[in-house]
Nanobody, 128 residues
């Protein structure tokens, strides 16, 4: 099971930190990532982190978002989001996939199909 938290409403330029608590079988999966979906748009991969800690980001969030995980237990995934923009408004989903995939899988086209487990999402709204 994956459970996201930390969503909310902030002004442009603000920051939020999303968390994803993993339990059960998902705790042993190694590729993890954040996806987002806005109304009328397809789900897109935002950031991924693989079993050895390599990270990948979508171009739209590079240098603003940072993905990380609890190194001790690999059971909590984070997404630090800085300098938020109105176009970052979306529902953000945590996902977990097979450990033999690399972080780039998350942000590649159709990356969502590589993931096996999904959270229910947390809403992030950027508005002045």
């Amino acid at each position: 099971e994956l459970v996201e938290s930390g969503g909310g409403s902030v002004q442009p330029g603000g920051s939020l930190r999303l968390s994803c608590a993993a339990s059960g079988h998902t705790g042993s999966r190694y590729l993890m990532g954040w996806f987002r979906q806005s109304p009328g748009k397809e789900r897109e991969g935002v950031a991924g982190i693989d079993s050895v800690g390599r990270t990948s980001y979508a171009d739209s969030v590079k240098d603003r978002f940072t993905i990380s995980k609890d190194a001790a237990k690999n059971t909590t995934l984070y997404l630090q989001m800085n300098n938020l923009r109105p176009e970052d408004t979306a529902t953000y989903y945590c996902a977990a996939g097979p450990g033999d995939w690399t972080s780039g899988t998350v942000v590649a086209p159709n990356g969502e199909y590589a993931m096996d487990y999904w959270g229910k999402g947390t809403l992030v709204t950027i508005s002045s």
